[in-house]
């Protein structure tokens, strides 16, 4: 019992500082960077290690062919944002500016299936899950078109 309610306040905390975490994370978001190889591969990395994790920990499932389904169609969106994403060269750099939309809906679904887990219900969890695993498609996807991108530009970045 004690126990129980120790992990539901633990809960609460987590799905607090996910939403924290992530209105910080959209105030510097936007800024236009140095498009890096190294960190569109850091970013695909995060964004499946946090899913794995994430899904690991809470105990939330989801059905593989919906899972799956989600995947392809976020992969598919991904590409289409990456097309849509402003790149541009600057002083012999390549520079990039994102948009908050993708980080806000996936920072929001982590929170919101935190939430729904606490509630001991598998299908909130499951449910809260489907936001998660079509933003971490589209990350996948865009930063692979930026990629792609990059390499045709075919501009040196210092």
């Not at 978001?29 to 964004?47: D, E, L, N, Q």
């Not at 944002?81 to 908050?100: A, F, P």
Request: aromatic fraction near 10%.
């Amino acid at each position: 019992m004690m126990l129980e309610t120790l992990l539901d306040g633990l809960t609460y905390v987590f799905s607090v500082v996910t939403l924290i975490l992530t209105g910080l994370m959209l105030l510097s978001y936007r800024k236009p960077k140095k498009f890096k190889y190294s960190s569109a591969f850091s970013s695909i990395a995060r964004s499946l290690v946090t899913l794995l994790l994430f899904v690991l920990i809470s105990g939330a499932r989801l059905n593989f062919i919906i899972s799956f389904v989600l995947l392809i169609l976020g992969g598919i969106w991904g590409v289409v944002r990456g097309m849509t994403v402003k790149l541009y060269s600057l002083d012999d750099q390549i520079m990039v500016r994102n948009s908050m939309l993708s980080l806000a809906g996936w920072g929001g679904s982590l929170a919101v299936s935190s939430l729904f887990s606490s509630f001991d219900s598998a299908l909130l969890a499951a449910i809260g899950l489907i936001p998660l695993f079509f933003s971490t498609a589209t990350s996948i996807g865009n930063k692979s078109t930026l990629m792609v991108r990059r390499l045709l530009i075919g501009q040196k970045v210092t």
